[in-house]
Structure formats: C-alpha cells, structure tokens
C-alpha cells in the first residue's frame, strides 16, 4: 500500500502524483470517479464513459456484478486488462463453439456413412 497526501488548491483542485497517473494509466481530460464508503475509507477509480446502446442486458449485470464486488472492497482493473480478459474469455467461448460444431459434424457425418 502506498499513501500520498495532496493538497487542495483554488477551485478545489488537486494534483495527482506522477505514480498514481502512472500506475492508473491515466491522461489529461481523463475522468476519475471517487467512491466514499466512510471518511477514512475512499477509492479512486478510473471512469469511462460508454455509449448506452452498447450495454446490452448481459454487459448490464457484469457491470453491476463488479459495482458489487467493488463496493466490498473488490481490486479494480485497468479498462485494458478487462477487455483483454473479456477477449480471451470470448476466444475461448468461440473455441469450444467451433470444436461444438465440428464435432456436430463429425457425428452427422459417421451416422450417414453408418446409414448407407
């Protein structure tokens, strides 16, 4: 765990230490969303916004899942390594599909030749 102190500045602005824009992979006009769970307990979270005809019901519920777990203290992650893992997830899911399909195939194929 690391701590840093700021200081709040005119118009209520702060200036995040190098490491944490560094480690948050943030850049300027990024957004933060700050979360308060009690006064010595507060998050900071990288924020993204995202167009409300891409969240399907599905995206919907992992959204709300993870608000869960991170509510309790869940780790967050960056945006990159959840799509990276979302992609891999996908991969995986379209394998089995196809190695689903081929075998389908495979079997359609052994009881024609078993008919004729």
Aim: some cysteine; hydrophobic content about 40%; glycine content about 4%.
């Amino acid at each position: 765990m690391t701590e840093y102190t700021l200081k709040i500045a005119g118009k209520r602005q702060v200036t995040l230490p190098k490491e944490i824009v560094r480690d948050l992979n943030l850049a300027k006009g990024d957004e933060l969303q700050i979360v308060v769970h009690n006064p010595s307990h507060i998050q900071l979270i990288p924020f993204t916004r995202v167009r409300k005809d891409l969240i399907t019901p599905e995206v919907e519920k992992i959204l709300n899942q993870r608000r869960k777990e991170i509510a309790n203290g869940g780790r967050t992650v960056s945006l990159e390594q959840a799509l990276k893992k979302a992609a891999q997830k996908d991969a995986r899911k379209q394998a089995s599909a196809c190695s689903s399909a081929a075998l389908k195939v495979a079997q359609q194929s052994h009881e024609q030749m078993a008919a004729e």
